[in-house]
């Protein structure tokens, strides 16, 4: 078979770019068709959530912001009234609502990266399924969620299960599960299990955030 031969001077170091190898021809043709990166799939950007050790919310949200990434922390401005011998001083204060987490509007290569600084603990997991995910926030729920910080007259609480009243939940039992509904919630992580007896009443156990998985509608 005869060999094909490339023209050029051997003593030549230039590095070829790609449309100078064999068989590519720089040509018109060849060209990528007009719009065609347009259609490139954007990095999709999640609302994810960031645990941070306790009293550090504020300092982790503006270093992450000086990074240059989205962030933001479920706080509200309050008056406090503080003492000072026989003086009282009036004092606008950022309270934390949700504690020891931070929320970031991010890509899936930029969570790598963040979850590697040294004052990030982990990403929150969505333990109410059964596949491993991250837990994410919409759009409209953050929407919501900064409405009501930035205009609420009142303290805003959290209460931290995810879960309603009536939710179908499989509760784990030590090596068994079972079936059953939210019957009634308690605080942040006390959470009441129950099996519902038609014209009788409801069988309910006390469980915690860790044992029950919501079903799937």
Known sequence: MKSEEIEGNPNDSTVMGTGDAVGITPHADNAAPEG????????????????????????????????????????????RIYKNGERKKRKKVERVVITQYVFLHIT????????????????????????????????AQMHELKLMLGHATDPVQFA??????????M????????RGHIVRLRGDNSIF?????????????????DRIKLVKK
């Open 36 to 79: 065609a990166l347009k259609t490139l799939k954007k990095p999709v950007r999640r609302w994810l959530i960031a645990r941070v050790a306790p009293n550090s919310e504020k300092t982790s949200r503006d270093r992450l912001a000086a990074l240059g990434y989205e962030v933001f922390i479920a706080s509200q401005e309050e008056m």
């Open 108 to 139: 899936e290569r930029e969570r790598q990266s963040i979850v590697a600084l040294p004052f990030i603990k982990s990403f929150l997991i969505d333990r109410s399924y059964e596949e491993r995910t991250f837990a994410a926030v919409s759009d």
């Open 160 to 169: 931290a299960s995810g879960f309603h009243l009536g939710d179908e939940v």
């Open 171 to 178: 509760a784990l039992m030590g090596n068994f599960e079972y």
């Open 193 to 209: 299990v129950g099996v519902r007896l038609n014209a009788l009443g409801c069988a309910y156990m006390e469980s915690t955030l």
